[in-house]
């Protein structure tokens, strides 16, 4: 997405009056693509129609179905999501961070807030999904760490070589054969347990 380029925001809201508000907001602060989407039905494959950057939910006094609704999406579509509601208490609160509802504004809903909130909610989702980028790289390479000494116990058993001697020879097919260190273990494990 460019800088000059507007995201395009969707804003999920039954109320025409409020979301008529939230839409003017949005384009004072210069946001020019907003698309409101009324209908609770379908709602997954409406947003996932308009395929938007941002989503804004706006719910008055959002009922436990309706919440859990939202955070069903939210938990879907993995998009800076800012949910406005008029009350809410601490299990609310609790849930939506778990859905990974970006920022949750309790009593929220004055024009010249859009802004700043739309910007924390994008840094918050950014910031968010840095961690989960980390945690999914960390838990890979645990798993490759686990395949690689498998691999190095079935070529020591079976070559008869050191720890270091069945790494460096898993190194260095790896190397010859363009892949990664993982891959080859993979390979060995596989053929091991097919020679049982």
Not at 133 to 152: G, N
């Amino acid at each position: 997405m460019s800088a000059e380029q507007s995201p395009k925001i969707v804003i999920v809201d039954e109320s025409p009056i409020r979301a008529a508000i939230l839409e003017e907001g949005l384009r004072e602060a210069g946001f020019t693509e907003v698309v409101h989407i009324r209908e609770m039905q379908s709602l997954l494959a409406r947003i996932y129609a308009v395929d938007p950057d941002i989503i804004l939910i706006d719910l008055e006094n959002p009922s436990r179905d309706v919440l859990e609704q939202m955070f069903q999406v939210s938990r879907a579509v993995r998009r800076p999501i800012a949910m406005f509601v008029d009350q809410s208490d601490s299990a609310s609160i609790q849930a939506s961070v778990e859905a990974g509802v970006s920022a949750y504004i309790v009593d929220g809903l004055k024009k010249e807030r859009i802004k700043p909130i739309l910007d924390l909610c994008v840094s918050r989702f950014n910031a968010f999904a840095k961690l989960q980028e980390e945690l999914e790289r960390t838990k890979s390479q645990l798993e490759d760490r686990k395949i690689i000494e498998r691999a190095k116990g079935i070529l020591m058993k079976v070559k008869g070589l050191t720890e270091d001697e069945a790494y460096v020879l898993l190194r260095s097919t790896a190397m010859r054969e363009k892949k990664k260190i993982g891959e080859i273990a993979q390979s060995i494990i596989t053929a091991s347990e097919m020679l049982k």
